[in-house]
């Protein structure tokens, strides 16, 4: 799923605005605190350790945090990443790359 910046679900987003998006299969955290086991409550921050790349609609988008989703369970991750200010209005793809895999196509963020 996709939460808009001003916090709605799976709504057209403005380019230049921040979404996150949420996923499991991320692979390990860097830094995970005490007891990060799957299937407890994410605790705190911690980094994905494999790089993560996104594109919107073609376009790279600039990550600004990648890893654990705080309040959520441990193996959901989620990854705050800004919007091409160039994205066009329209439905535009969404490719995450973790450490060199590409998540499945046909994920898509409606742009306004």
């Not at 609609?57 to 654990?68: C, F, S």
């Not at 439905?91 to 998540?103: F, H, T, Y």
């Amino acid at each position: 799923s996709v939460i808009d910046q001003d916090g709605s679900i799976n709504a057209p987003a403005p380019a230049g605005s921040i979404v996150t998006l949420y996923g499991t299969g991320g692979g390990a955290l860097d830094g995970a605190p005490a007891g990060a086991s799957d299937g407890n409550l994410a605790r705190g921050a911690a980094r994905l350790a494999g790089t993560v790349h996104v594109s919107i609609g073609g376009r790279d988008a600039p990550v600004l945090y990648a890893g654990a989703a705080p309040g959520l369970v441990n193996g959901v991750f989620q990854i705050n990443v800004q919007v091409p200010g160039d994205t066009t209005s329209g439905p535009a793809g969404i490719i995450v790359n973790i450490g060199g895999q590409d998540s499945p196509k046909g994920a898509n963020l409606a742009i306004r």
